[in-house]
C-alpha cells in the first residue's frame, strides 16, 4: 500500500512538472532528444570487424575570399561561418582565406589554392569542404573533382539549417521552396545517371517500346522539380493569404502592431518573452526559430499593441529564402514599428544592422514599396555581458538606443516606455454619452482608445477619449450635443 501511494504522489510530481513548461521549454527538449555527447566515444580500434561502425560529426575545412573590406571584416565573416558550420552538426577543423579582387570563375579560389586545400583536406581528414560565398553550378563541379570530397557553399549551409529547425508546415513548405530553387541550376548526372531512358532511334537500343528521342534522367528530375516548385508556391500563396487575413483582421481593430527584428542569434526571441511571456523556444544557436509568434501586449497606460517576433537576418542572406520567406517577412514591413535587436556582445554590431536594413529593403523593394519603412526602435541586447569600455561604444555608435538585457530583465521597464510612446496612437478625440445598456462599448473605448476622463450619470456613461477613426464613427450618434 505504501508503495504504491508513493509511486501515485511520484507521477503527479511529474505531472505538475511538466505542467510548468513552456511551448519553448517542450520545442528545446524536442530538439535534444537525439544529439551526441563529446568524450563517450567507444570507438573500437580494431576496425576489421564486419560489423564495425563509426558514428561522428560531419569533419569540414572552411575556405573564404577576401575581397574587399578590412581584415577585420573577413575575420568576422569567417567566424560566423564557423557559427554556421557548427549550428549545422559540423566539426571545423581548419579555415584558409584567400585576398583576391574577385571569386575565381572556375574554381572559387583559383588552381594553385586548390592544390593547397587538397593538402589541408587530405591531412585534417576532412569529408567536407564549406565555401564562404555562393558557388556557380561550374564552380561547384570543378572542386568536386580535384578536391575529391563534398563541396557546400554558404547558401547551401543556411538552407540546411533551416531544413533542421522548421518546424510548422508553412516554414517546412518555405524551406523546401528554397531549397528545390537552389538545387534546379545546380543538378548534373553522375555516370549512367545522363543515359536515356528511351532508346536510340533505328535497330539499336532496347527493341520495342524503347526506341525514340528518348529523356535523360536530369530532364526529368527537372520536370519533377519544377512541378514541385510550382505546387509549393499554390501552398505557400494560400498560406499567405490566411496570414494577411488574420494581419488584416487585427488592423480592422486598430490595434497597433510592433515586429522584432534582427541578426540572427540576437536575443530576439527572449526579448519576446521578457516583454510577453510567450514562453517561446530560447537556444544559444543561429535560426533557432523560423516561425514567427504574435502575442498581445499592453503599453503602461493600458493600449494594447501585439508584437511579433521573426525569422533572423544574417549577411548575404540567400535570395532564395527572402522569396520563400516573403509572407513571413512582410510581417516586418507591414509593422507600425520595428524594434530593431542588435546583439551588444558582438564584435562588430553595425555590420549587423547594415545587413538587417539591406534585408528590409529587399523586402520593401519586392512589394513594390521600397520607400516605405516602418519607424525604428534600436535595441541593445545583452548588455550584462557588457564590459564598461565596450558599453561606452555603443552608446556613441547607436545613440538613442534602447540598452537592455532579456537574460537579467534590465531595461525592460524603460524599453517599454520607449515602445508606447512610439507605437501609434488614437488621433480622434470624442466627447460621447453612452447608455449603460452599451457597456460594451465602454469596454471597448478603454481597450482600444486611451481614455482623458469619464463620469457617470443618470442617463448613461460620459467619456472624453482619443479613439481611432473606426471607433469615432460607431461613437457618432452618442456624441454629446448629437440628436439621440
Known amino acids: ?286 535560426f533557432a526559430t523560423l516561425d514567427p509568434t504574435t502575442r498581445r501586449s499592453e503599453t503602461p497606460e493600458g493600449l494594447p499593441y501585439t508584437l511579433t517576433d521573426t525569422v533572423g537576418f544574417v549577411r548575404h542572406l540567400p535570395h532564395q529564402l527572402v522569396e520563400a520567406f516573403r509572407s513571413t517577412l512582410e510581417e516586418v514591413a507591414e509593422a507600425d514599428l520595428l524594434v530593431h535587436v542588435v546583439d551588444g556582445s558582438d564584435g562588430m554590431p553595425e555590420k549587423q544592422v547594415k545587413a538587417v536594413r539591406e534585408v528590409i529593403a529587399e523586402i520593401n523593394g519586392k512589394r513594390g514599396d521600397a520607400d516605405r519603412m516602418p519607424a525604428e526602435l534600436l535595441v541593445v541586447n545583452k548588455t550584462d555581458a557588457l564590459g564598461d569600455l565596450t558599453f561606452a561604444r555603443l552608446r556613441h555608435l547607436f545613440p538613442g538606443a534602447a540598452f537592455v538585457s532579456a537574460h537579467s530583465g534590465e531595461g525592460i521597464p524603460e524599453l517599454r516606455e520607449q515602445i508606447s510612446k512610439l507605437i501609434p496612437r488614437p488621433e480622434v478625440t470624442v466627447e460621447a454619452l453612452v447608455p449603460y445598456a452599451r457597456g460594451e462599448i465602454v469596454a471597448r473605448i478603454h481597450r482600444e482608445g486611451e481614455v482623458l476622463s469619464e463620469k457617470h450619470t443618470e442617463e448613461g456613461t460620459e467619456l472624453s477619449a482619443r479613439v481611432h477613426p473606426t471607433l469615432a464613427a460607431l461613437l457618432e450618434q452618442y456624441t454629446v450635443g448629437s440628436p439621440a
Not at 570543378?142 to 538552407?159: N, S
Not at 500563396?237 to 488592423?251: Q, S
Request: with cysteine; net charge negative; charged share 30%.
Open 1 to 286: 500500500m505504501t508503495e504504491n501511494t508513493l509511486n501515485d504522489d511520484t507521477t503527479t510530481d511529474w505531472a505538475d512538472e511538466d505542467d510548468t513548461l513552456s511551448t519553448g521549454d517542450l520545442a528545446l527538449a524536442d530538439r535534444a532528444a537525439l544529439r551526441r555527447v563529446a568524450g563517450l566515444s567507444t570507438e573500437l580500434e580494431d576496425v576489421t570487424e564486419v560489423e564495425y561502425r563509426q558514428l561522428r560529426l560531419e569533419r569540414v575545412v572552411l575556405v573564404g575570399v577576401w575581397t574587399e573590406g578590412t581584415v577585420q571584416d573577413s575575420d568576422a565573416s569567417m567566424a560566423e561561418l564557423k557559427l554556421l558550420a557548427e549550428t549545422a552538426g559540423s566539426e571545423v577543423l581548419d579555415a584558409l582565406v584567400q585576398r583576391r579582387d574577385k571569386p575565381d570563375p572556375a574554381t572559387y579560389i583559383g588552381s594553385g589554392k586548390v592544390h593547397e586545400l587538397r593538402d589541408v583536406v587530405i591531412s585534417s581528414g576532412a569529408d567536407t569542404v564549406i565555401c564562404d560565398g555562393e558557388l556557380s553550378p561550374g564552380q561547384l563541379r570543378q572542386l568536386e573533382e580535384k578536391l575529391k570530397v563534398k563541396v557546400v557553399d554558404r547558401t547551401a549551409l543556411i538552407l540546411d539549417i533551416f531544413a533542421q529547425h522548421a518546424s510548422s508546415r508553412e516554414g517546412k513548405a518555405q524551406v523546401e521552396l528554397a531549397q528545390l530553387q537552389y538545387m534546379m541550376p545546380r543538378l548534373r548526372g553522375w555516370g549512367e545517371s545522363l543515359s536515356r531512358q528511351g532508346g536510340g532511334a533505328g535497330g539499336s537500343g532496347g527493341g520495342v517500346g524503347t526506341r525514340g528521342p528518348g529523356e535523360t534522367k536530369l530532364e526529368t528530375d527537372r520536370r519533377r522539380i519544377r512541378a514541385r516548385i510550382a505546387k509549393l508556391r499554390r501552398e505557400i500563396d494560400a498560406m499567405g493569404t490566411t496570414r494577411e487575413t488574420k494581419r488584416g483582421r487585427r488592423h480592422a481593430g486598430d490595434v497597433p502592431s510592433v515586429a522584432i527584428a534582427g541578426y540572427t542569434n540576437a536575443g530576439k526571441s527572449s526579448l519576446l518573452n521578457a516583454l510577453t511571456g510567450a514562453g517561446v523556444l530560447v537556444e544559444n544557436a543561429l
